[in-house]
Structures are given as C-alpha cells and as structure tokens.
C-alpha cells in the first residue's frame, strides 16, 4: 500500500537523487554518516522529531558540521 511519502520519494528518485527510508531517528542518522561526504547537503523531512536527527548526525560525524533546524 503506497504511504504518503512514496510520491516525494520517487520525484526525489528521478531528479537523481539518493534515497533511503529508515524506521527511526538512530537508522536514519546511522544511513546519513555512511552515505554522507564533505560538501553534501542532507535535507531530513518528517512530522516528527526531525530536530533531534539533526544532533545524532553530528555527534556521529567526526568532521564539523552545520545544521539548519
């Protein structure tokens, strides 16, 4: 059954982006500080606690960081 991201994620998926579902904060964070490299830019949407996302990717990240919440 289509979930009402699936239309982002394909608009996303045929712009050429990556994309990549998690099923919580920690999986997210862990999928962005793996696929995440100098000069990329993460762009995080939810309806949830998006924030704290934002605070687990940089503490995993060993590289500075800015984080627009």
Sequence with gaps: MPTSTDGIERAAVVAGARVHRATGLVEAAA???????????????????????????????????AAVV
């Design 31 to 65: 999928v962005v500080t793996a696929a995440a490299r100098p000069g990329d830019v993460v762009v995080t949407m939810s309806v949830g606690e998006v924030a704290s996302l934002a605070t687990l990717i940089k503490q995993a990240l060993d590289r500075p960081v």
